[in-house]
């Protein structure tokens, strides 16, 4: 079956540190990815998109960056965070018709 | 820009009513209509709506896309407390790779 997997479920990290979410995908292959924020009380924002390995498009200027080192494998990076940088970060898949999220990443920039 | 504007943003109602969450869009390549409905984590499928299914039905919860007016709805008939979420509305824009558009979502609330 195919599943997503995406990790850590919550993080508290100092302003000017690094970041790194992971999210990983099983069960199918060649899916395109997606990195979704969501800020308190918003909707969801799309941030990155992959169509495969190496290939990121990003849809809004910010201090993240994106990238897609395997087929199954999506990871968000930051190299600085920001208080701007604190929400919900939620990473996705398709492979044509319909989406699946992953449980989430809660940020809390502090 | 594709955009997805959702109404109202937010909702409380009693329970046993019944609930209409709306949904317009603007985009440069629409494919298909989704409704999530998200609790605490992450959203979870409702219905998909494209241009050769424009209504839904699942239970309570029903849906319909108006291609004309580029607007859907989303309907909850006897409403539970468990339905208390937030709705969210997204479009499907395929201009070579799929990608979701989301609106703000409308919050729902549920009173006994």
């Known amino acids: 079956s195919q599943t997503i997997h995406q990790w850590p479920a919550t993080l508290v990290q100092p302003v000017g540190s690094p970041l790194s979410l992971e999210c990983t995908v099983e069960g199918t292959s060649n899916p395109n990815l997606y990195w979704y924020r969501q800020a308190a009380g918003r909707g969801l924002q799309l941030l990155f998109y992959s169509v495969g390995i190496g290939q990121i498009s990003s849809e809004v200027p910010q201090n993240l960056s994106a990238s897609r080192p395997q087929d199954r494998q999506f990871i968000l990076s930051s190299k600085k965070l920001l208080l701007s940088d604190s929400g919900f970060y939620l990473c996705?898949?398709?492979?044509?018709?319909?989406?699946?999220f992953g449980s989430g990443t809660r940020l809390t920039v502090v | 820009e594709d955009k997805v504007v959702q109404s109202p943003l937010s909702l409380v109602v009693h329970e046993g009513d019944t609930v209409t969450l709306n949904c317009s869009y603007e985009v440069t390549n629409f494919r298909s209509l989704l409704w999530y409905k998200q609790e605490k984590k992450a959203p979870t499928f409702l219905f998909m709506l494209t241009s050769s299914g424009i209504e839904k039905k699942s239970g309570r919860l029903s849906s319909i896309l108006d291609k004309k007016e580029l607007s859907s709805i989303l309907n909850i008939t006897a409403t539970q407390t468990g339905d208390s979420a937030i709705y969210l509305c997204?479009?499907?824009?395929?201009?070579?790779?799929?990608?979701?558009?989301f609106g703000t979502g409308t919050r729902l609330t549920i009173i006994p």
């Open positions: 997204a479009v499907d824009s395929s201009f070579g790779n799929e990608k979701l558009t």
């Open positions: 996705a898949w398709t492979i044509g018709y319909g989406y699946t």
